[in-house]
């Protein structure tokens, strides 16, 4: 995989989501924080590589793990990031990502299936957990299945933006004194290929960490509280601390869940997929 930091010269191509000279470039344009360069470079190989482990970890690779919706959840999630669709009339803590998936695809050209046709603000569907797994062989599914597998590649450069424009976003939520460890400790990452990867993972796994949402009793489990619990200086060592510091923070997330929603059965699947980071 490419370094995910760009050279000086590639940093002045402002082509948002378009290829030149083989390479992907996402870019914010002009940085919201000084020192700051909101840049991911990656070739359309290296993209393509990053969507099919993200789809290894969230559907074990699997064309039916496309389309899920887990026990326990009040919404479907679809895609090889598990993309959240909230039924009509629900909502819930967790930020809904699919439409805006759908939005991004739909603008790169690709054709969509009759079930999404009815635009971004179309609400799942699906009422219901079980109303979703009685249409698991429906026309209306498996076209949903199949726009879902041609759109791999499209679907790892949603989350690359994502990732994209999570920094500024966290270094506003953080503590004026925290801001500077912060930068330090995703440049850390971004700098290596390894890192690059885990940042991309992560931030779709367990979101930026910035939605007061998205708390249990006050403590955030995204990527920014992975971050504030880093404070090294090496690159060599920045994958392993950010390992150590996910499953800290998962772990405690679990122990503030509220008991209702039985989070223990899910650690250990998490667990999993953070050590994979450093290859643990």
């Given at each position: ?7 000086r ?8 989501g378009r290829?030149?000279?083989?390479l992907?470039l996402?870019t914010l344009?002009i ?7 909101c840049a991911?470079?990656?070739s ?5 590589r ?11 690779g ?6 899920a919706?887990n026990?326990?959840?009040d ?5 090889i ?10 909502r819930?803590?967790f ?10 695809i739909?603008?790169r050209?690709?054709?969509?299936p ?6 971004s603000?179309?609400p799942?569907p699906w ?5 979703f ?6 026309v209306e ?9 041609d ?24 503590a004026?004194?925290d ?5 330090q400790?995703?440049?850390r990452?971004?700098?290596t290929p ?5 940042l991309?993972?992560?931030v ?10 998205e708390?249990y ?14 404070h090294?200086?090496?690159?060599a060592?920045?994958?392993?601390e ?10 405690r997330r679990v122990?503030n ?8 059965r899910w650690?250990?699947g998490?667990?999993?997929r ?5 290859g643990s």
């Amino acid at each position: 995989m490419d370094k995910c930091r760009p050279s000086r010269k590639q940093q002045c191509w402002l082509f948002r989501g378009r290829y030149f000279s083989g390479l992907l470039l996402i870019t914010l344009g002009i940085p919201l924080w000084p020192h700051i360069c909101c840049a991911i470079t990656l070739s359309h190989g290296d993209v393509l590589r990053i969507g099919k482990r993200i789809w290894q970890n969230e559907c074990n690779g699997t064309i039916s793990g496309l389309t899920a919706w887990n026990a326990g959840e009040d919404f479907a999630s679809l895609g090889i990031g598990h993309f959240i669709w909230y039924p009509k009339g629900r909502r819930g803590p967790f930020e809904e990502s699919f439409p805006k998936l759908v939005s991004f695809i739909s603008k790169r050209g690709a054709k969509l299936p009759t079930v999404l046709l009815g635009g971004s603000e179309q609400p799942c569907p699906w009422n219901s957990r079980a109303e979703f797994l009685r249409a698991q062989h429906t026309v209306e599914m498996n076209q949903l299945r199949q726009f879902l597998v041609d759109t791999i590649d499209l679907q790892a450069e949603f989350l690359i933006a994502r990732l994209d424009g999570a920094l500024p976003k966290m270094l506003d939520e953080a503590a004026p004194a925290d801001r500077a460890n912060v930068q330090q400790q995703f440049d850390r990452l971004e700098r290596t290929p390894q890192g690059c990867y885990a940042l991309v993972d992560y931030v779709n796994f367990k979101g930026e960490g910035v939605l007061h949402t998205e708390r249990y009793q006050g403590q955030g489990w995204g990527l920014l509280q992975v971050i504030e619990g880093m404070h090294g200086t090496s690159d060599a060592g920045a994958v392993d601390e950010f390992t150590r510091a996910a499953r800290t923070t998962l772990i405690r997330r679990v122990h503030n869940a509220p008991a209702e929603r039985h989070e223990s059965r899910w650690l250990t699947g998490w667990i999993r997929r953070v050590n994979s980071y450093s290859g643990s």
